[in-house]
Structure formats: structure tokens, C-alpha cells
């Protein structure tokens, strides 16, 4: 994609699971549902996204990763995985 001089891509990095309820507030189940299906417990699957730009031969990576930071239990409770393929 580009936007302006800035050729931009997508680099899915992480992927995981989060409250449905939690992540959409007030938001009728009925409307985000459409968009988001949620599992038998009530969880959908988010991802990470990094965005890399490039301009006159640099490149600058915006990360947006969950880090190291979670423990294993954490880890475990928001079904934390690395993306497929």
C-alpha cells in the first residue's frame, strides 16, 4: 500500500483471545458478533499487527506486540499463540 512516499505493509505477529464483552463495552453482543463471533466462552481472536514502513531506503518497523511480560498463566488464559504460516 502506499500513502504518500511511504510504501506500507501488515505483518501479523501474535495472536490471541480476548472477552468479547471485555474488549467491546455497551456494545450489544447481537452487533459486534457480526464481526467477531465469539466462542463457547464468550472469547474472540485478536491478533497483533506490525506496520512497516519504507521511504528512500529505510525502514521503520511499528511493533505492537503483547511482549514477555504475560505470565505462563496469563498466557494461557488469553490462548496466546503464534500466527499459522
Known amino acids: ?35 467477531k463471533p465469539a466462542d463457547g466462552k464468550n472469547m474472540i481472536d485478536c491478533s497483533c499487527v506490525c506496520l512497516i514502513a519504507r521511504k528512500d531506503g529505510r525502514v521503520i ?14 498466557a494461557q488464559q488469553v490462548a496466546l499463540r503464534e500466527p499459522e504460516g
Open 1 to 35: 500500500m502506499q500513502l504518500g512516499d511511504l510504501e506500507l505493509h501488515l505483518l501479523l505477529t501474535d495472536r490471541w483471545k480476548a472477552d468479547g464483552g471485555l474488549m467491546f463495552g455497551v456494545v450489544p453482543k447481537v452487533l459486534w458478533e457480526k464481526q
Open 61 to 74: 518497523v511499528c511493533e505492537t506486540g503483547i511482549g514477555t511480560k504475560l505470565s505462563e498463566k496469563r
